[in-house]
């Protein structure tokens, strides 16, 4: 049962939209023993009833799927709380502002933990006008480069996108960075001195 959703999750959602166990059966056409059987873990609802029963529970089928009761508690978009997410498979890149069930490629992708940067990941900055050129002594091979740097401020997030066998450089707005990011196909996610 606990494979692919679980029965805790199951009863937790049920429960909390104040439903019985009859009362979710009725609604998804099986028996209440069903439900009871899932919830204890007993027994698995049948693939075709899990788009029905996330639909029953008011959440999504990633959510369902994932066992994870996920609650953004960043309701005020905090910037200090916005997280990355990467693909592995096709190298898209995602952002949120909060705790999130984010899939791509049929694959959930765990939020990233920004590290302090060693020395291959330090970052120059110089002020031109409105802009920062940003600059790293990182190798941009096909296999090892930076993928991204991201600036957060208060009012959204500028990502650029970097390239293999391109310059390991970018041009950011200047002014209101709270956050700045870079991230390395090979060793992740990097905080760099906002002040950069």
């Not at 199951?10 to 023993?33: D, N, P």
């Not at 007993?42 to 529970?57: F, K, N, S, V």
């Amino acid at each position: 049962m606990n494979q692919y959703v679980t029965g805790a999750m199951i009863k937790k959602l049920r429960e909390a939209r104040k439903l019985s166990q009859s009362g979710l059966a009725e609604k998804l056409c099986v028996s209440g023993k069903a439900v009871s059987k899932w919830e204890t873990g007993r027994g698995c609802p049948d693939i075709t009833l899990i788009e029905p029963l996330a639909d029953a529970l008011g959440i999504s089928v990633i959510e369902l799927l994932s066992g994870k009761d996920v609650t953004n508690t960043n309701r005020s978009c905090k910037p200090e709380r916005t997280l990355f997410y990467v693909c592995p498979l096709c190298g898209n890149i995602l952002y949120a502002m909060g705790e999130a069930v984010v899939s791509c490629c049929g694959v959930a992708l765990p939020p990233l933990e920004a590290e302090a940067p060693d020395d291959a990941h330090l970052c120059v900055a110089e002020a031109s006008e409105d802009e920062l050129y940003l600059s790293f002594r990182h190798e941009m091979s096909k296999t090892h480069y930076l993928s991204f740097v991201a600036a957060i401020r208060a009012d959204g997030c500028e990502l650029v996108k970097l390239y293999p066998e391109g310059g390991a450089e970018a041009r950011i707005k200047a002014g209101g960075v709270l956050r700045l990011y870079c991230y390395c196909n090979r060793h992740g996610l990097f905080r760099l001195p906002a002040k950069a």
